[in-house]
């Protein structure tokens, strides 16, 4: 590298516009990590974060009826073809050898109760009984982990250890949904509309239907204003939210800014659990890019492009990437929002957020909507946006540092 090339990145490394090129991704660089809370607090956080309904099985047994769907129709099979996920450290060694041998039956909704008896369907509680010696599903709800936690695929695709905080993109909510008995078939046709890794979490609000990608619950520290549009600064507004307006949790949310109240239950199942969820999602770092899966060269030359001629450091600004602390952005600055009304304009603050930047390797597509595939296709969009004049091979070399954060 030219001299003048090092003490430009020397310099925008100690002004903190840069990271290390292909650094790992580490937290989000904020002063939180796990660390600062107590093992207590965290593995609280964490059993609510996997394993906690807050009581939303009002909404998914006795409302959508989806009991009775997962014990006629969903096989293992049928749930990872729409994306659910299983916790591969839940299975006892016998039933692990018994798959491994072909001797458990896949195409059966029974073994899918089965899982459910063990707690190892990620993201779904199911309350099982026997009755006269057959399983039968009860009660079933959803938690915090059915859209932010995924597995390593180490046992199988779709099985393996789990990895909390990453965003299924193989999940398929909308088809999942679309299950239930009791939706017409208008609502079936919406939610089916969806498709893999989305999410409208508006939809039961203002029945428009623009769903968002599934965003990540991990880099969160040192992170302001954890949403695509910046409601709330901190993760405990979103889980608020999710909890009672999305899962059906047995509590309240409350935002003058949309005009919202909302009420489920008489007692509060939420409140007293958004501390330690917070915590544990605050300690759950972005993951490092993997090895070999970026051109370090070309990273080093895009981290200088970042910073300079494609003008991405403006808003991806200091060690967070991101410069939601210091303001939000009209939907005008979007470059993913053609439809009217943008999915901003149905939020409270009727802004975005600038996204923070680090682990983004893990979780494509991009753009608040999903309609960039690649990082080269976000640059390339911005590139034409913004008339920034990148060539081709200046493009790919920003999508490489993208990679590499």
Known sequence: ?????????????????LSACGGGGGNSGGSTTAASFS???????????????????????????????????????????????VDAQALPPALVAAIQAGQVDLGSPAATLALLKLDAVVG????????????????????CALCHSTVDDSFAKGIGKRL???????????????LSPALDAKARAVYSSWGKGK????????????????PPAFGLAGIPKVTFTGDGDSPA??????????????????????????????????????????????????????VGSFDPAAALRGQLLFAGKAQCVTCHSGATFTDAASRLHPPGDS???????????????????TTPLRGAWQHPPYLHDGSAATFDAVVDRYNQRMGLGLSQQEIADVAQYLKSL
């Open 164 to 178: 909390d905080g990453w965003p299924n993109r193989d999940l398929d909510p909308g088809a999942i949904i679309a």
């Open 124 to 143: 779904v509680k199911g309350q099982v009984e026997s009755v006269n010696g057959v399983d039968r599903l009860r009660r079933v709800g959803i938690t």
């Open 199 to 214: 999410f409208d979490p508006r939809f039961n609000v203002d029945g428009v239907s623009r769903p968002v990608v599934i």
């Open 335 to 353: 470059v993913a929002d053609p439809e009217s009304p943008s999915y901003a304009s149905r939020s409270a603050t009727g802004q975005y957020r």
């Open 237 to 290: 507004y979103w889980n608020r939210y999710v909890s009672v307006v999305e899962m059906g949790g047995q509590g309240s949310f409350v935002e003058p800014r949309l005009n919202l109240s909302i009420t489920h239950g008489t007692q509060d199942l939420v409140s007293s659990k958004l501390p330690a969820l917070e915590a544990y999602q605050l300690s759950l770092a972005a993951p490092a890019a993997p």
């Open 1 to 17: 590298m030219p001299p003048i090339a090092r003490h430009l990145v020397a310099a925008l490394c100690c002004a903190g516009l």
């Open 39 to 85: 093992p207590q607090l965290l593995a609280s956080g964490q059993q609510i974060f996997r394993f906690d309904t807050f009581g939303d099985e009002a909404q998914w047994t006795d409302a959508l009826r989806m009991h009775e769907v997962i014990e006629q129709a969903v096989s293992p099979a049928v749930a990872l073809s729409v994306g659910l996920k």
